[in-house]
């Protein structure tokens, strides 16, 4: 068995030289399914609603049973962390401030530790998932990424742990498309593994044409889009 339908997949990479050859190799042994902060908190009643964000469930559920290996990440924020809007006189959510590792969009309050809302949602079915990264508890950093924090030097360890577990291709779905999917995404590529994203097991903030420039910046990385269907089931 293998993870991507070879037909399929040259739809989608018309052009761009994925071979069918290539993409039929992947066995399940090898690649990780990685679900990206499915939690209450992005859901509609949510502290940061991703619009669209529960349709994410059932694909993500309809893929979990073909991946023997599936890491899930939870944002995992202080009170008064250093990303919320609140944290700061005179600053709105979506609004950006200047901290010591760059610029940082400002939130509302959102995904508390030990909150209802940061729980992963209830709703997903990931029967061989192990792993849970929790991230952006440093109360002066964020991190979208689930292989390492906002100043791009703290590591989480996922890379670490993947190579031990010999797999070389993730699969990353998700919230959101255009922060935490594709800066986990775009640092995985950089830990060298093969990066696939399920466009359609993801939704997006889309905050002031973050989406275009997500998926642009993903491509530039070698970052391959793809959809559910490509996916052996
Ligand atoms: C996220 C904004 C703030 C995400 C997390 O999961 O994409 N976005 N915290
Ligand atoms: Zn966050």
Redesign the pocket.
């Known amino acids: 068995r293998t993870l991507l339908k070879s037909t399929a997949a040259l739809g989608f990479f018309g052009g761009t030289g994925l071979a069918a050859s290539a993409a039929g190799k992947i066995k399940p042994g090898t690649a990780a399914l990685i679900v990206?902060?499915v939690?209450n908190c992005?859901l509609e009643g949510g502290t940061?609603a991703?619009k669209g964000g529960a349709e994410v469930i059932p694909v993500i559920n309809r893929l979990a049973p073909a991946f023997e290996n599936i890491v899930v990440?939870q944002?995992w924020?202080t009170a008064g962390h250093a990303?919320f809007a609140s944290s700061y006189s005179g600053k709105k959510p979506f609004e950006t401030t200047q901290l010591k590792y760059g610029t940082q969009?400002l939130?509302p309050d959102?995904?508390v530790q030990g909150t209802a809302d940061a729980e992963v949602s209830q709703a997903l079915k990931l029967p061989t998932a192990q792993l849970i990264i929790r991230k952006?508890f440093h109360k002066d950093m964020?991190s979208?990424s689930a292989f390492e924090e906002a100043d791009h030097k703290t590591a989480t360890g996922l890379a670490g742990y993947l190579k031990a577990r010999g797999i070389k291709t993730v699969f990353v779905t998700?919230?959101?498309?255009?922060?935490?999917?594709a800066?986990t995404a775009m640092d995985a590529r950089k830990a060298g593994f093969e990066v696939y994203v399920v466009e359609d097991a993801t939704r997006a903030?889309d905050l002031n044409g973050s989406l275009a420039a997500a998926w642009k910046q993903m491509a530039a990385q070698k970052v391959k889009r793809i959809h559910s269907a490509d996916i052996e089931s």
């Open positions: 990206v902060d939690q992005f940061l991703v990440t944002d924020h990303s969009v939130w959102h995904c952006g964020d979208y998700g919230l959101a498309t255009d922060f935490c999917v800066w903030i």
